[in-house]
């Protein structure tokens, strides 16, 4: 079992940034894909962005450039850093570890609101 805890959402200005972190409990942290999601009302779900156990990164093109996911093994940790944050990125953001169909978890969601 994997417990997800995410923090560093809330209120920004058009253009500014926040970095998002999400530590994980348990064991084997280093053998997850971690990934950031979000959902804005009314809409789907959808991918942020991903790294993988071995590094591989993935973005979704609406903020490729923009966001950078990391993670630190040591620290059980993954980072979402943002930048030039836009109104359009305004949603709770989630945090999930997947290793397979029986090793998928979630965090409980950190509302991101860019606004002026």
């Known amino acids: 079992q994997v417990q997800l805890v995410e923090s560093g959402g809330g209120l920004v200005q058009p253009g500014g940034s926040l970095r998002l972190s999400c530590v994980a409990s348990?064991?084997?942290?280093?053998?997850?894909?971690m990934g950031w999601y979000r959902q804005a009302p009314g809409k789907q779900r959808e991918l942020v962005a991903r790294?993988?156990?071995?590094?591989?990164?993935t973005y979704a093109g609406a903020v490729k450039g923009r966001f950078t996911i990391s993670r630190d093994n040591a620290k059980n940790t993954v980072y979402l850093q943002m930048n030039s944050l836009k109104p359009e990125d305004t949603a709770v953001y989630y945090c999930?570890?997947?290793?397979?169909?029986?090793?998928?978890?979630w965090g409980q969601g950190t509302q991101v609101t860019v606004s002026s």
């Open positions: 999930n570890a997947w290793r397979s169909a029986n090793y998928d978890y």
């Open positions: 348990g064991s084997r942290f280093s053998t997850y894909a």
């Open positions: 790294i993988s156990s071995g590094g591989i990164l």
